[in-house]
Nanobody, 124 residues
């Protein structure tokens, strides 16, 4: 079993930056695909970014060029650096782990483990 705990959310003005982190425990995540998803009120959970064990990265079009996902396998952590934030980025951000690197990177159903989420609020 893998436990994921997010941290680093908060309130920021539009144009600002935030870094959210995810700490994993229970099992090594070095061979897992790790992802970030977000869910805004009244909306479905959506893919934000993912990073493979080989450090290949993938981004939703809406965040490409503004967000950067990274991982540190020695510390079992994954981070999402968010720059040039917009009010539309306001959501609860979730860390997720896929032990099998399934075909679809963007499908939430392919991720077996989830954190509790951290709130990111971007004011205009």
């Amino acid at each position: 079993q893998v436990r994921l705990v997010e941290s680093g959310g908060g309130l920021v003005q539009a144009g600002g930056s935030l870094r959210v982190s995810c700490a994993a425990s229970g099992r090594t995540i070095s061979t897992y695909r790790m992802g970030w998803f977000r869910q805004a009120p009244g909306k479905e959970r959506e893919f934000v970014a993912a990073i493979s064990p080989s450090i290949a990265t993938y981004y939703a079009d809406s965040v490409k060029g503004r967000f950067t996902i990274s991982r540190d396998n020695t510390k079992s952590t994954v981070a999402l650096q968010m720059n040039s934030l917009k009010p539309g980025d306001t959501a609860v951000y979730y860390c997720a782990a896929d032990p099998y690197a399934r075909f679809s990177i963007v499908s939430a159903s392919n991720y077996d483990y989830w954190g509790q989420g951290t709130q990111v609020t971007v004011s205009s």
